[in-house]
């Protein structure tokens, strides 16, 4: 189901703001300027064993005008919905660019002035993301209603001390104009459910906890009622998986086979090939939160990232996806393109402003804000490990595994700054004998270089073993902004992967 841009959005003056912010930036000398004016919906619902324990609802709502003037940026925002405050806006904006003018004078890096690949221009175009039902149409007394019946039934169950539960909902509206002529308006909503069930052991103290798989989604209130997700099924496995994981005995440290679930692998995905194929990094402009990339520029298209069988896409059309739209923040349209083919280093994520740096014809849609009080930064696509047309099940990739472990749900992580020396834990790990799965197992962590991991990657799973994961809370740039991004990947098998015992590691 399509829906049409809210009413209550389109209402705003829009139109009559970002003509008189334009006009003021154009007769100031701006070479460029952009306005960008957003209303963004958070609302979120926290139960405790079945009971309410917390609750927000706030609205983000404003917009900024970004401008180059004099080869440098200028940046201001405001709240203010009248046309003179948006002239206003639009002088300081550039003012600012006139102060940085001067700090690079003196810096030295005047001459590298700031200028932006070429875009078409996109007259008045809409675009509104795949949804049924806008969560926030939904009465809050159902949404808590649902989270304690689903909570209530894993108390019920024997083995489970306790049920935290969550929902977050955002509604996000976007118009962006600028002075070449592009004019859009963009609706979209995600949504993010997690149940987490604790088992306690009386006598010893010990506990541990088995969390819902269900990825984060640009889905609407369809998704918690069977639309794209089988909660009544997993909810019903998750108290045996817990009872069986509390006597799980603990991992013998080594090297092992892995299966690797696309419940856990997208992580591994975020955090060693997503982060480290932003451009921005890979040149040493970025470090913020997620460091720089040893995937620097002047290894494209020679950097061997993985095996053969390793083909990795940046997408911002997928269907459900956290990081899809239909323009970015800079008036680019979406779109998908390769980073990694067939195991090589073949592409990076860029906005406008890298791609005419690095020497790229055209950005491939990466500009972002997460608020109109922020300047949009180069932010992750869907970053994507695809799955083989002909590929196997995730039964058959076990059935090839005589010594190893399969590796399901997402935990915790470690990574270098330069995204290459990592370690990964998971919700459940499950011991692999003779191509059949043996018993869970405890205090498992695989670790690697980025390059050996990849490289070690026998065969991917097929079209039926893809599942789009993802996360809410991506931070990148100073001051930081959270961005929400997807990674869709199949089932993978890995050889030969050092498995770490966490216990042991912590001198237990």
Known sequence: MRHEVDQSFLELPLRALADAALARARALGAEHADFRFERVRYASWRLRD???AGSSDSTDLGYAVRVVHGGAWGFASGVDRTMDAAA??????VAMAKLSAQVLRASGEAGRPVALADEPVHAERTWVSAYEVDPFAVPDGEKTGLLAEWSARLLRADGVAHVDASLMTVHENKFYADTAGTVTTQQRVRLHPVLTAV???GESGEFESMRTLAPPVGRGWEYLTGTGWDWDGELERIPGLLAEKMRAPSVAAGSYDLVVDPSNLWLTIHESIGHATELDRALGFEAAY???????????GTLRYGSPVMNVTGDRTAEHGLATIGYDDEGVEAQSWDLVKDGTLVGYQLDRGIARLAGFERSNGC???????????????????RPDPAGLSTEDLISGV?????VVGDRSWSIDMQRYNFQFTAQRFFRIENGRLAGQLRDV????TTT???GSMEAVGGPSTYVLGGAFNCGKAQPGQVASVSHGCPSALFRGVNILNTTQEAGR
Do not use: C
């Open 50 to 52: 079945a009971k309410p």
């Open 402 to 406: 005589e010594n190893g472990i399969y």
């Open 290 to 300: 997620a460091g720089t990339s040893f995937a620097t520029f002047d290894q494209l």
């Open 445 to 448: 962590a695989y670790q690697a």
């Open 88 to 93: 206003r806006v639009a002088s300081q904006a």
């Open 367 to 385: 500009a972002y804000a997460d608020s109109p009080g922020h300047v949009p930064v180069q932010r992750m696509a869907n970053v994507s490990l």
């Open 199 to 201: 088992a306690v052991d």
């Open 452 to 454: 050996d991991f990849w």
